[in-house]
């Protein structure tokens, strides 16, 4: 019988070594884990620092422009944004101007949550209700229908038609943040935002003079131009220059508008992201974005009323606060060159959206009565 052959020492695996850190050996290694990431941290607040200050000193100079000389505030800080482009093309502060483009972005559409409620949304009963909710529905449905067969795809048409029907420029803000992104997005975005607040100026003169020829009685003149003026400072603004009575109803359905900002990204949040799925696009990323789902958890907190006031005014101010800093931040990103390159088409097309959303209210409130 053959021996069995004995294994070569030297060949063997040596064994692991198992022993176990002692306390010190743990906190140290905490210790310089808390250290590499607060060095971390400090690295990243110094490259965004600039541009985040820079972005914020545009939002406070438009803010002090629009108080002082009653033009949108969003308006001046899209024109100073422009006028200092030159920070987004090289330098210190090109990290911080985008920081502030996207994620300030985000943080503001998520805390607009606190100025809607339920009870807002139900307090005017089922006519008005209807008029805002189909106003919305179809004028997204025809800025989509009229951007394809004008050539400017579906994601313009939505963008624009949904900026129109909602609430103008945050509205505009709000979808851009869902919409997929392509080299023309932020373009889109800032012509959009711009052309709304323009067009929003315009109505708000024009509107209540069209009040007057139709004849419209103090509560359907405020349905009317809570129902078609795009931002809420014009639409107060139209609504208080015809009577209290009037401005009181207008606020209201501009709320009511606001509010179907919920269900509007909700399902374009869905739409999109099974449309990424079925492409094999991931980079669609969750199923509802985070900051959209901040956003109906503040709609929801609001309506209980177990906000103080206060807490909620301070929420509601940083919201827009937030929302001017990444409008300042976009006007530094956008070339005026490319701006005056998209052409007629979109702007035939929000123009058409504008005067679409004011037949349609105007004669839905002249069939009802």
């Not at 989509?144 to 939505?158: E, V």
């Not at 373009?187 to 709304?196: A, G, H, K």
């Not at 509107?207 to 419209?216: G, H, I, K, R």
Request: proline share 4%; with cysteine; hydrophobic share 50%.
């Amino acid at each position: 019988m053959s021996s069995i052959p004995q294994p070569d020492i030297e060949q063997l695996p040596k064994p692991v070594d198992t022993e176990i850190p002692t306390q010190e050996q743990i906190e140290e290694a905490e210790r310089c884990g808390f250290q590499c990431r607060a060095k971390a941290a400090k690295v990243r607040f110094d490259e965004l620092f600039p541009g985040l200050i820079a972005s914020i000193t545009v939002a406070v100079a438009a803010t002090f422009l629009s108080e002082h000389y009653g033009a949108p505030t969003m308006l001046f800080a899209l024109l100073l944004g422009l006028a200092f482009r030159f920070l987004s093309e090289g330098g210190k502060a090109v990290e911080g101007v985008q920081y502030a483009s996207k994620t300030i972005l985000r943080i503001g559409v998520a805390l607009l949550g606190m100025r809607i409620t339920v009870e807002q949304i139900l307090s005017l009963g089922a006519g008005p209700m209807a008029i805002v909710i189909l106003s919305v529905i179809l004028t997204m449905l025809f800025g989509l229908l009229l951007s394809k067969l004008m050539g400017r795809g579906k994601r313009f048409g939505l963008l624009t038609g949904g900026s129109v029907g909602i609430c103008g420029a945050s509205a505009a803000l709000a979808i851009s943040a869902i919409l997929p992104k392509d080299e023309y997005s932020e373009r889109n975005t800032i012509f959009t935002v711009i052309s709304v607040t323009a067009l929003s100026t315009v109505a708000m003169i024009v509107y209540p003079v069209a009040v007057d020829v139709f004849n419209l009685d103090l509560e359907t003149a405020g349905i009317f131009l809570g129902g078609t003026i795009h931002d809420v400072a014009q639409v107060v603004g139209a609504g208080y220059s015809v009577s209290d009575k009037t401005g009181d109803t207008a606020t209201f359905i501009k709320l009511l508008r606001v509010s179907m900002l919920v269900p509007a990204v909700f399902a374009l949040s869905l739409i999109f992201h099974t449309r990424n799925k079925e492409e094999g696009n991931t980079a669609g990323g969750a199923f509802l974005p985070p900051f959209i789902i901040f956003f109906i958890l503040l709609v929801g907190i609001n309506s209980t009323g177990i906000t103080p006031e206060p807490v909620r005014q301070f929420i509601v101010s940083a919201s827009r606060w937030c929302l001017v800093t990444a409008i300042a931040a976009l006007g530094m990103k956008t070339s005026l060159k490319a701006l005056f390159e998209v052409g007629w088409k979109p702007v035939t097309i929000i123009v058409a959206e504008t005067v679409f959303l004011a037949i349609l209210v105007l004669g839905a409130i002249i069939w009802m009565g």
